[in-house]
């Protein structure tokens, strides 16, 4: 008997057919999201070039939290991932530090990667109030496509699992 996969099965070779099987790889999609976040010594959100002399960065990811999964049904794959990420982010601006959180909510496969909610707090009442911090700050929502662009290298690495 031959235990082998056929190449143009989709599926573990237990099921050629590629009946149903499911994969659960949501600690590697969240280690992955943490990984691409803080490579480098933190994803950039701004450069002071680009932003009116702000620079910031992600400098710590707090949580990734949720499910991803590959499913084979039918001879077809499909994934689903339904993710919630906390970051903590810090800016700088004239030799002021700002700091930050950075949460998304809900990263999931039936949003679009440029509708992913990213939210953005100050973390004190007191640099909410501060000139440096709201400018800081909007530097930071400016760096939401990066955010998102980044979380999307996982979902194509995602997608192109076997």
Do not use: H
């Amino acid at each position: 008997m031959n235990n082998e996969s056929n190449s143009s099965t989709v599926g573990s070779s237990w099921n050629a057919a590629g009946t149903w099987e499911e994969k659960d790889i949501s600690k590697w999609a969240c280690d992955r999201v943490k990984d691409l976040l803080i490579a480098d010594g933190g994803l950039k959100l701004s450069e002071s070039k680009e932003e009116g002399g702000v620079s910031g960065r992600i400098t710590n990811v707090k949580s990734v939290k949720g499910d991803a999964s590959i499913v084979f049904s039918r001879g077809k794959k499909k994934i689903g991932y339904d993710l919630s990420i906390s970051a903590e982010y810090t800016g700088e601006l004239n030799g002021v530090t700002a700091y930050g959180t950075i949460d998304l909510p809900c990263v999931d496969e039936q949003t679009d990667e440029d509708e992913w909610e990213v939210r953005i707090y100050p973390s004190t009442e007191k640099e909410k109030e501060s000139s440096v911090s709201e400018q800081v700050n909007a530097a930071m929502r400016k760096g939401a496509d990066k955010i998102r662009k980044t979380i999307g290298i996982m979902v194509k690495e995602l997608k192109e699992m076997k």
